[in-house]
Structure formats: structure tokens, C-alpha cells
């Protein structure tokens, strides 16, 4: 095991030895509305910085929540060649006959062609139970086989509370299961690493599937400026639940709520949530995306180091009347061995100001770092002595 490395970035945000003398602004009092509920979680993206938090780590069941890393799956597959935008897929008698009106639906028949596409409009803003299973089925080969990916994609995010065996959050005995942090973890992912098909099938308030509209329960698109979803859930065993983000002034904020009790207190505790993280807090930009921002040790590769930047802006999220410091460490396991990609995840940004919790962002290699050469590795273990 390699030693975490800590580089402290400055640039007139590091805390000064006057800091200790002034004092320091207490975080904003959070919104009534989310005082009942016994999950919330208000993450700003460009800092890593969660703004508010109560059990983030309980686990609790997501109802259809669970359709978001099966939409998740299917934009990595696509992603990867392995899936069609455009493939139909037959609606199996047995998947019409369970599923077909089961809740939220899009009523599909037996026999009937699907376009992935619309199976995506389906589950995303109808919610609809049997879409996720036709997708399951069609392209997984099975409920077992799409919920080994969705477990798959869940350790790749290191979603490390959270397991599926279900495709659309139908109750299954505790068997699904999220916390706050990983949906926040998911929905993160699904912003960035697939940017086009959020904003395709994510934020819409109504689908129409042949003579019929059917209509997303989403409480804050349409609602509060800037808010482009995500998915409720709801189930009498787990409540009234939303996983919702919104963007506004460059800044993305994602929110859960969990346990809710009622589909008003869910809408009241989403759009107040999302409106106190924007007027209560803001941002200090710190760097564009794509500015260098440090280098990391690299062992065994054609260069000693690699510069790490970040594929998005990155600022600190502070509270409106704060004007304290802003303590940056770069944190990787290093020394980072070669070869390394560029674009891969080596490190990470902490971001601090005040007692605000620390932010992480992940930070990336800005350029390829080959395996060296016997001689490079003697010279690059030899400057590292003396660095």
C-alpha cells in the first residue's frame, strides 16, 4: 500500500496565520420544510461540497429511485457499442401479463416492438415499471443478468451502500437498497459521463406512448429555475422519495430526499431545498476546466510527474456573507504508478472554507504517462530522492 500524498494548493486561499483571529460565519440555518424527514442530502458538484446532511449513509429503499441506475446501465452499454438507441425489443406475453398496469406503466402489450428509445422516455419520466422490465429482459437477458450490471456500475461508482435485484424498485423484500450518498454518487455520473442522454430523457413533465400522456411526479422541473430532474419513488414500505438536480449560474446541485410522508411534504422539502442551496450559498470560482492544478509523483513511468487538472470548473461553495479562507489539498495514493491514461482518475481536490465539511473533486492526469525505460525509472527514482 502506497502513502496518501498530500499537496497543499495555495494561490491566496490557503489559510492564513491570521485566520485563527477571525471569526468564523456560522453555515445557514436549512429550510423547516425538510425538518420531518428523516433522509436529506444537498451536494454541490463544482466543490464536492455537501451543503446539507441528515443520514447519509442509512441505508433505505429507493421504490423507483432504482430506475436511474437501470437508465444508468443502458446509457453505459450504449456508450460501449453493446446497445441500439434505435434496437426494438419485443414485449415478452409473461412481461405484458406481470407487468402491463402494474403501477406506473407505460400498458405496453404482448407481441409489441419497443424502440429502446422510448422504453428510456418510459422509465424516465412515466416511471414505468414495465419498460424497465422489457429493457431488463431484452438486453440483460434477465432480471439476474441486468441487476449483475447494475451492481457492476454501483462498485464502479464505489456506491458501497447500496444493492439492486430489481430493475424498477417494485418492492422485493429489503433486497434493494440505496443511501443518500450513493444516489448522489449515481447521479453525478450520469450528469457527467453522460451528459446528451441526461438531458434527452431526464427533465421532461409528460411522455406520450400512442393515444396515451402520461406524466412524470417530478415536484421541482417546471418548478424551480433550472431544475431538470431526476426520478421520484414512492411504495407504502419506503415512502415518498426524490432524487432531483438543478442547475443555475454554472452551479449543479444535487438533492435527496428519503421517507417521506406524503407526495407534498416531498415536493415542499425538494423545491426548498434546491432554492436555499442557491440564495444561501455561493460560489468562488477557483479553476477553469482544464487548468493545471498541481502535479503527482508518478513511479516507473517516461516522466517523473503527471499535471493534474479537472475536466469541469471547480469552485468552493461557501455561505453568501463568508469571506474566510479556502484550504485546497490535493490528495492521490502515490506514487501514482505508469502507465497511466490521460483523462484517468489519480487524485483528488479537497476544498474547504470555514467548518463547512470538506469537498472532493476528482481530479484527473492531464496527459499520458508511458512505462519508462530501465534508464528513466533509475532517473526518476533518483530526482525523487532529492525532491
Not at 13 to 20: I, Q, Y
Not at 305 to 330: G, M, N
Amino acid at each position: 500500500m502506497f502513502p496518501k500524498f498530500a499537496i497543499a494548493v495555495c494561490a491566496a486561499l490557503c489559510v492564513s496565520p491570521a485566520a485563527a483571529e477571525i471569526e468564523i460565519p456560522v453555515p445557514p440555518a436549512p429550510p423547516p420544510e425538510i425538518a420531518k424527514l428523516p433522509v436529506v442530502l444537498l451536494v454541490d458538484l463544482g466543490s464536492g461540497q455537501v451543503l446539507y446532511a441528515r443520514n447519509p449513509g442509512k441505508r433505505f429503499l429507493p421504490a423507483s429511485m432504482t430506475k436511474v441506475m437501470t437508465a444508468y446501465v443502458a446509457f453505459e452499454e450504449m456508450a460501449k457499442g453493446r446497445l441500439n438507441r434505435q434496437a426494438l425489443l419485443t414485449v415478452k406475453p409473461q412481461i405484458a401479463a406481470q407487468w402491463s398496469g402494474k403501477g406506473t406503466s407505460m400498458y405496453l402489450e404482448a407481441g409489441e416492438k419497443v424502440s429502446v428509445d422510448n422504453l428510456l422516455h418510459g422509465i424516465m419520466t412515466a416511471s414505468a415499471n414495465d419498460a424497465s422490465v422489457v429493457l431488463a429482459e431484452g438486453h440483460g437477458g434477465g432480471i439476474k443478468g441486468w441487476t449483475y450490471l447494475m451492481n457492476q456500475a454501483a462498485r464502479q461508482l464505489d456506491m458501497t451502500g447500496s444493492h439492486f435485484a430489481s430493475a424498477n424498485g417494485w418492492p422485493d423484500g429489503g433486497k434493494t437498497y440505496v443511501t443518500a450518498n450513493d444516489l448522489a454518487r449515481l447521479a453525478s455520473a450520469t450528469i457527467r459521463d453522460f451528459p446528451q442522454d441526461y438531458a434527452r430523457y431526464s427533465g421532461h413533465t409528460s411522455f406520450k406512448w400512442h393515444d396515451r400522456m402520461l406524466y412524470s411526479h417530478d415536484p421541482v422541473t417546471g418548478v424551480v429555475e433550472g431544475a431538470d430532474g431526476i426520478k421520484t419513488g414512492f411504495t407504502n414500505e419506503a415512502g415518498y422519495n426524490f432524487l432531483g438536480s438543478a442547475e443555475r449560474d454554472r452551479r449543479r446541485l444535487v438533492m435527496v430526499v428519503g421517507g417521506a410522508r406524503s407526495e407534498a411534504e416531498r415536493a415542499e422539502a425538494s423545491r426548498a431545498l434546491l432554492e436555499w442551496g442557491f440564495a444561501e450559498w455561493r460560489a468562488r470560482p477557483l479553476f477553469a476546466a482544464g487548468a493545471q492544478i498541481a502535479k503527482a509523483e508518478v513511479q516507473g513511468g517516461r516522466a517523473p510527474a503527471v499535471a493534474l487538472t479537472s475536466k469541469y470548473p471547480i469552485h468552493a461553495t461557501v455561505p453568501r456573507a463568508s469571506k474566510e479562507p479556502i484550504r485546497l489539498r490535493v490528495v492521490y495514493q502515490g506514487p501514482i504508478k505508469a502507465p497511466i491514461a490521460k483523462g484517468q482518475q489519480v487524485a483528488e481536490l479537497e476544498i474547504q472554507e470555514g467548518t463547512t465539511p470538506v469537498g472532493r473533486v476528482p481530479l484527473v492526469a492531464a496527459e499520458a504517462v508511458g512505462k519508462g525505460s530501465a534508464i528513466d525509472r533509475l532517473i526518476s527514482g533518483f530526482m525523487n530522492l532529492f525532491s
